[in-house]
């Protein structure tokens, strides 16, 4: 079974930092490209950061760029965001997705989805 697990969410203050991981189960890891998306309050669900499945090439939406970092551990089948200098609208519940070849770093591209994790940056 297809299966996503996400973990690291959390409250922290302004400026803090906080790193979400992604625990994948039941697919060949190296096949799919992977996506971290967030959903605020009242607000459609964005893509924040995505990888290829190669590894070669990354995409940030420009609120996240210099401030998080995805990455991915094949050997462990785990991807993460590391999440730096937060925002108060950094603010979101935080998801990870995989897909063999999504055309862009959209939801709607993406079919295999974990649960959210809340991430709360308090002003």
């Known amino acids: 079974e297809l299966q996503l697990v996400v973990s690291g969410g959390g409250l922290v203050p302004a400026g803090g930092s906080l790193t979400l991981a992604c625990a994948t189960f039941g697919f060949s890891f190296d096949d799919y490209a992977i996506g971290w998306f967030r959903q605020a309050p009242g607000k459609e669900r964005e893509g924040v950061s995505c990888l290829t499945h190669s590894g070669t090439m990354t995409y940030y939406a420009d609120s996240v760029k210099g401030r998080f970092t995805i990455s991915s551990d094949n050997a462990k089948k785990m991807a993460y965001l590391e999440m730096n200098s937060l925002k108060p609208e950094d603010t979101a519940v935080y998801y990870c997705?995989?897909?063999?070849?999504?055309?862009?770093?959209?939801?709607?591209?993406?079919?295999?989805w974990g649960k959210g994790s809340l991430v709360t940056v308090s002003s």
């Open positions: 997705a995989v897909e063999r070849s999504p055309y862009g770093c959209y939801p709607a591209y993406y079919s295999i």
